[in-house]
Each structure stands twice: as C-alpha cells, then as structure tokens.
C-alpha cells in the first residue's frame, strides 16, 4: 500500500508539472504521445531527447538545413514554419503542440487543435545558448525523458569544453546570395558557444534580434587578422572566380574555413554540432 501511494503520488506531481508548462485547449495527464514541432530547434531538441514526433514543419528541408539529429521516419510534414496548414494539424489530433516564442503563427490559433507549448529561444535576453538549455529541461519533463535530457545536456558540456588551438579571432557567415552574407555575432548562438569554448568572435557591429547582419564583402576586409568560417551553402561559383574574393586578406592568409550545415537558429543539438563541426575543421 505505502508503494502504490508513493506511485499514485508520483503520477501526481507528473500530470501537475506537465498541466504548469502547458498553454491551450486542455492540459493532459501523463505524458503526450503525439507532438508536433513547428520550429527546427524545438524539433531538433524533440528529436534528440527521442521523444514521439509526429509531424514537423517543413519538413524535408530540415534533413538539409538541420541535418542532424535525423527525424523519426514516419514523421509528416506540416507546412511552413511560419503559417502551418492547419487542417493538417487538426488532422493529426496531437497531444502537443511545440513552437518558439514569437514567431509564427500565434499560439492561439494553434490552441483550438491542442495543447501549445511555445519555448522562448531568440529573445530580448539575446542569451540563446542559455535558453537553448532550459529548453531541453522544460522538454524532457513534458515528455518524461528526464534521463535523455540530462544526457544531452551533459554532451553539450563535452563538445563546449573541446579545445581549439587556434588564436585567431572567427568570423562565422553564411551567404544569403553572391553579393551578401549574415554575420553572426551577439546574440546569436554560435557567438554563445564560440565564448563558451573560450574562442573570440571577431564581429564586433550590430546585430538583429536574431543575432546577425547583413554585410558585404568589402566589410569581412575590415577584419584582416580573422579567420573566415563559413557555413554552408559554400559561396557562388562567381564569386569565388572574381577579383574581390580572391583579394579578401582572409583568402590571402588562407585563413578560410568552410562547415557542413548547421542550423543557425537552432537549439541545444545545434550547439553540440556546430562546436564538433568546428573542432574537427
């Protein structure tokens, strides 16, 4: 009797911790058995604490924008992050709907389907790396994977505490076309981790809410003693053939690293592969 009372009390505190997080239609008991993820970060995360996707918005990019941790494969696509196609969702009936904070469609449209849980990541706090941790944490309990996501947050640990032995300060970018890139500084999740690493990031201008800039070539001159990362997709064949690339004091030194994808809003799994992708570069 005392351990069928402990049980019924466990059950207790769950179904009130999952009720506590949840926004929405009705607050379920017990742990959902069908989410779907309208944001990649919140998706990664899902994915990589092994919990029950059912759909995802757009979700074939993700395999090339996100790469890894794959999606469960019987995982449906939803439409576009932004503006999901909600007879899609209803369709699905979830237990749970998980989104980011401030972006998108509004949580109370999605609340008439299911429960909503939107996690905060690319804030005013402009601290992502931070969030992106509490994120695993407020997950790992709405899906009772407390072990999972200890285990993931103790693999961001590991790949943080990798040593680089390059003295150089980093420029990380990704070309939006053959003219422009975003370089990513404050604010912004590779900045979190480069700092955590103990790496400088050499972009010292402003940045967006969502921890880029826009820039030109001629500003990466401004930054001579810096090594260039980019994040793939490489630049333009064009661009690479013209005069101004190759006079880049980065192309010049070659001081010039190229990455395999990493999603650059992404969370705790971004984090973990951005820095392994770099520490093996």
């Known amino acids: ?25 009705d607050a379920f008991a017990g742990v959902p058995g069908r989410i779907v993820a309208l944001d990649w970060a919140m998706a990664e995360t899902l994915a990589a604490l092994g919990a029950p996707l059912v759909a995802v918005a757009e979700a074939p990019l993700y395999a090339q924008r996100v790469v890894q941790p794959a999606l469960p494969a019987q995982t449906q696509d939803v439409g576009l992050r932004s503006w999901p196609n909600l007879e899609a969702l209803r ?15 509004p949580p109370a449209r999605l609340e008439r389907i299911a429960p909503v849980r939107a996690l905060p990541l690319y804030s005013a706090e402009r601290k992502p790396l931070a969030l992106a941790r509490r ?6 309990a709405l899906t009772g994977r407390h072990a999972e996501g200890a285990q993931l947050l ?9 040593g680089i032995p390059d003295d150089h300060p980093l420029l990380i970018v990704k070309f939006a076309d053959d003219r422009l890139l975003d370089v990513y500084g404050p604010g912004s999740l590779f900045h979190d981790v480069l700092a955590a690493m103990g790496l400088r990031n050499a972009w010292t201008g402003p940045t967006n809410s969502w921890g880029f800039a826009t820039a030109g070539l001629d500003q990466l001159a401004r930054y001579p003693a810096a090594r260039l990362v980019i994040i793939e997709p490489a630049p333009p064949a064009r661009l690479l053939n013209s005069a101004l690339w190759r006079a880049l004091p980065q192309m010049q030194a070659g001081q010039v690293t190229v990455l395999p ?19 093996a570069a």
Do not use: K, Q
């Open 91 to 105: 369709a699905l009936r979830p237990d749970l709907i998980v989104t980011m904070e401030g972006y998108g469609i």
């Open 261 to 279: 994808p990493v999603w650059v809003f992404g969370g705790v799994p971004s984090a973990i592969r951005f820095a392994d992708l770099l520490g």
């Open 135 to 140: 994120a695993v944490g407020d997950l790992a």
């Open 1 to 25: 009797m005392v351990g069928a009372g402990l049980l019924s009390r466990r059950r207790m505190v769950a179904g009130a911790l999952v009720a506590s997080v949840l926004s929405g239609r």
């Open 154 to 162: 103790a693999a961001l640990d590991v790949a943080l505490a990798r």
